[in-house]
């Protein structure tokens, strides 16, 4: 079987010689390792092989190396799909492929729900056996669709929550309701931040003169465009290039830059220190 | 004979056809044409083959087309040599690099002058047979030292000035004073703006946790950082990355992206209008 | 009206002159105007802006311009849409992506029918409401497939073929039949040609130990492989990468790079000289 | 101070934990620790922070990892200087960027000897300081200049030979002398490898009308241009690009892919397993 171990612990000498002597003492492979550590923490990630479930091993874990350590840690089963809820509004490029990766199983991804302010994705949707749920959002209604989509969050709980352009600020209300279910959120943010934050990128982008356009996948916190930053793709672009092309160029940089950011959370190669991510 | 047309004005049906017309006349041949039209005004470039000198078809070309189109035009040899001034500070790496294409032709740059605000590149301009001026910018000599700039200048005007990582804000004073001369101002900004405008990008960068860094050679104007955009390129960092690896990996990038810059400006190929940059 | 006209030629002094003349006679306006020459053979696309519709200006263009320069050309209407024909197999990615691309109207194609070598992308081009054709292909069923294949796109023309990983070779009867047809043929190879023409690239791009890997979108022809290169793109890799991960990776290259080559196609900016293409 | 730690050994469980146990061990900070393994070997690279030298540690670390592990291993200062050899031709552009780095100590280099078959750069090495050696390279003089080199070489051995665009094919008996002496060699070659392999490889892209050109930097063996990779990179061209527009956006890219494949060497971040390497 293969599993991975995630463990973060305030840094000293000794830790990894304490994780891998309790992998290597019950004769464990390693397969993979990475640890990093800055302002005094250190993260880790030890993917082994090994026979049997890695349930067996956690209570001698505990015992041994987590609490000794002051540690923070689980462990994975590698292949474990993960309960996952899109967020989308009209520009629907990367709803059409996170839905297609999911599909094709290129993501650890169980997509539970698709969550709209337009109808339009219904039939999208419904050709990947998604459910899809249009709640629109204006003035007076932002406060209940907010609401209506905690609910359905509430009553089938994902591990993460992804905002596939979808256009709408996030109220603080709404993010703290996502934060009490356990997930996290991940944006996918059309410009290279934190260049052009906020709304209408491209046209911005255009008007500086910009000859590189960018797309950033984040992960959601209270303070807009400015949560940790996962992924980050760039392109050339020349004065040819009208705002409705790199409207164009950037889908292809949103698709991909939002789908590296899932797969690598998903797949559990992401941590955060003070505001930065560790992508392993 | 190759030499180059550049020429730009008010935007109407009929640019192209009159200008190409009036080449097809002598029967010169096309080897490339660039148009762009924007907010009512056209820049063109049209290199082109033909034998003989230019100079004997500019009056033709003046009655014929330029006043008709109420055009601002130049023909250019295709081969002229610019001379060009080179403005650094400690960071000598893209002085370096530019010195060396220089002396290797790849530019068509003769360096008349080094200036910096340190000695210590004396003898790297030296091995390059172009003279050095060390001076010094402090609180209370900056205004003499760019005075003694400037009549460096006036004694032997260059087209082209070039900061290669010059790190002091130039005075309005000073760019009009560059202005007067006739010579364009290129500066390369070790961020991918608009991201990290003004000073110590790299440590911005590495403290926002972004995944790319960028480089931006841009022309100069009296809002700091803020001129016309020419090249920019950026490249991938990780979270292992410290802020003197941001400060490595952006030293190639620098090097590279003012050298695109000046290189595309010493031929010619770079318009703007209204803030932003055409290069063709 | 927005169109465009494209045009080759035998290059000589004052084609420009002549078509921009044309145009300028009738007070169209030129949007974009591209031209390159090679080997004595000159191609031109210029798009242009007027009232009313080309129709009516194409026998004076063949008159006045077309004749005298011994040209080939058209005019098109910028957005019409072209019938396009997907063959795909297994790896159905990049069939997910084109579809998803035409339903949303990214590129100008109308799927008329995708045929496939495997049935399991049936429900995938239901979704889209696409007809559907599985022509199973062994040894012995390969001729009929063909000839099957070939009788579909009789009876509903298209203009284009995508082999969307489409992991076949085609015959020579079958490229001719196609030809006849008129439509072009257009391939993914997943690999950064001609490094590792033929079949595994991955494998072999990782058994060789390479930093980048890449996609290329190329014209088919008779020649494994050979046919001219419309778009290419690279994405690094590391020795951490197993074939499964370059194969991953690469996914997303194939995706963006066929999507690009596609795209161009048929907003009609690709031309070929002598085995190269000259993409405006 | 800080010192690294290279290892490597047949793999099996537990050795990165009797490393790191060792290090633990004497309350030494583990900085950066990579490891990796193929082929049933593994390979590794610890960076470590500790008081003291680590040349009081070595007897201990033979005896209690070292032998047990059947490994091959040595500790290496951090900021050790290493001699360095380089080999050029008339393109110099990669001897005055390996040059100007080391200079600026970009990289740990001292370079101890310019060698080349063209008396051009005598002045550019001698601005460096550095001695210059023309050895002329004919059919009847190809094995006396190889001598010569050697010779020079045993005199001041040093443990890297960088051919900067050196465009001689070393015979297998100049290459076995080298390894005697124990220096490594790395070349620069100026295409995409395996693409374009041999010689003349901008032309030939040329020909093949690629969109994206690349530069290898590989460790040299017997066979031309099949060595372990060590780093690559491309660059966009599109079919306005004569030969020597490849040329030249070449070679911005062979100045910086053998720069940083240099620099890794030289930081001992380079292992070889199998003919593929591992960068860390």
């Given at each position: 079987m293969s599993d991975h171990l995630l463990l973060s612990c305030p840094?000293?000498?000794g830790i990894v010689a304490a994780v891998t002597g309790f992998l290597a003492a019950r004769e464990f492979n390693i397969v993979e390792l990475d640890q990093y550590s800055e302002s005094g923490e250190l993260v880790m990630r030890v993917a082994f092989d090994h026979e049997g479930s890695h349930e067996h091993i956690e209570d001698a874990f505990a015992e041994e190396v987590g609490k000794p350590l002051d540690a923070k840690w689980r462990i994975e089963h590698a292949d474990r799909m993960r309960k996952v809820v899109l967020m989308a509004s009209r520009e629907d490029h990367c709803l059409h492929d996170i839905l297609s990766r999911a599909s094709r199983k290129e993501i650890l991804a169980e997509v539970t729900a698709v969550i709209s302010?337009?109808?339009?994705?219904a039939a999208l949707a419904e050709s990947h056996q998604v459910p899809f749920h249009h709640l629109a959002v204006g003035k007076e209604t932002k406060a209940s669709a907010e609401k209506a989509a905690l609910d359905l969050m509430r009553a089938d709980p994902p591990e993460l929550v992804i905002?596939?352009?979808?256009m709408q600020i996030l109220s603080p209300e709404f993010l703290a309701g996502i934060e009490e279910i356990g997930a996290a959120v991940i944006n996918i943010h059309?410009?290279?931040?934190?260049?052009?934050?906020?709304?209408d990128p491209y046209r911005r982008a255009y008007e500086r003169g910009v000859k590189m356009i960018g797309a950033t996948a984040h992960y959601v916190t209270e303070?807009?465009?400015?949560?940790?930053?996962i992924d980050q793709g760039t392109a050339a672009v020349t004065h040819r290039d009208a705002v409705e092309d790199l409207v164009a160029i950037g889908r292809d940089l949103e698709r991909v830059v939002l789908a590296r950011a899932v797969g690598a959370h998903l797949a559990d190669r992401v941590f955060t220190i003070g505001g930065r991510t560790i992508v392993f």
């Open positions: 840094d000293r000498p302010n337009h109808p339009d994705a905002l596939a352009r979808y059309h410009s290279f931040l934190p260049a052009f934050a906020g709304g303070e807009l465009d400015a949560g940790p930053i």
